[in-house]
């Protein structure tokens, strides 16, 4: 059955620095998604993706934060100068069109 | 403030018995809901959809209603086993390929 992948599964960084995120979606899935979920609390939405551009993105989804589907397979999320309050799980999520969508394993970032 | 709540208390049955956990939701009128289960450190697995005008839905021993008066959603797992032990995270969505918006999750322990 296909899912969604997504590495690495554990990041560990250090204040500043910059992180890329990566996810490969369902292969036949057109909207893509990023979420996240600090230690103990709710999966929060990051940002959702459709058509090569933007559709929504919420408050947490600053200039510090991108994405970006580099070829067919790809997406990727990339935070430019991490803070230790990104310190969570960040999950990639995808569904075909009207579907529900499918999460991904997860990468746990660690932000010292 | 849309809101997506849940029970905060987890839920001790004992194997064989039927579970009930309840999600509610507040300022809202989704167009569809999502019950998700999640293991510690893991990604949220989907197990059923249900749209806003369907009242009830099953999959094997899973059966969630969504009640539009009362803006409430239960999910009852029937038979309950020690595996089925876990988060389940409610989910619910304004319109096709929006952005899921989550409860805090409720805790399942099933005891043998």
């Known amino acids: 059955e296909p899912e969604v992948t997504q590495t690495p599964s554990h990041q560990v960084t250090q204040m500043g620095q910059e992180v890329i995120l990566r996810c490969v979606p369902i292969s036949n899935h057109l909207y893509f998604y990023w979420y996240r979920q600090i230690l103990g609390q709710k999966v929060e939405f990051l940002v959702s993706?459709?058509?090569?551009?933007?559709?929504?993105k919420s408050e947490i989804f600053d200039d510090q934060f991108s994405v970006e589907r580099p070829d067919g397979s790809n997406f990727t999320l990339k935070i430019r100068s991490t803070k230790l309050e990104d310190s969570a799980m960040y999950f990639c999520a995808s569904k075909r069109t009207t579907d529900t969508q499918y999460f991904g394993p997860g990468t746990r970032l660690t932000v010292l | 403030s849309q809101k997506i709540e849940q029970n905060s208390e987890a839920l001790n049955i004992q194997e064989g018995k039927t579970a009930t956990l309840t999600c509610n939701y507040t300022n809202y009128s989704p167009a569809y809901l999502q019950w998700y289960r999640q293991d510690p450190g893991r990604g949220p697995v989907f197990l059923l959809l249900i749209r806003e005008n369907e009242k009830e839905k099953r999959k094997e021993r899973l059966k969630v209603t969504f009640d539009t008066t009362l803006k409430q959603s239960l999910f009852h797992i029937t038979a309950s086993q020690p595996a089925d032990s876990a988060t389940y995270l409610c989910a619910a969505t304004l319109e096709y390929g929006n952005k899921l918006v989550f409860g805090a999750g409720t805790i399942l322990r099933v005891k043998s």
């Open positions: 993706f459709y058509n090569n551009e933007i559709s929504e």
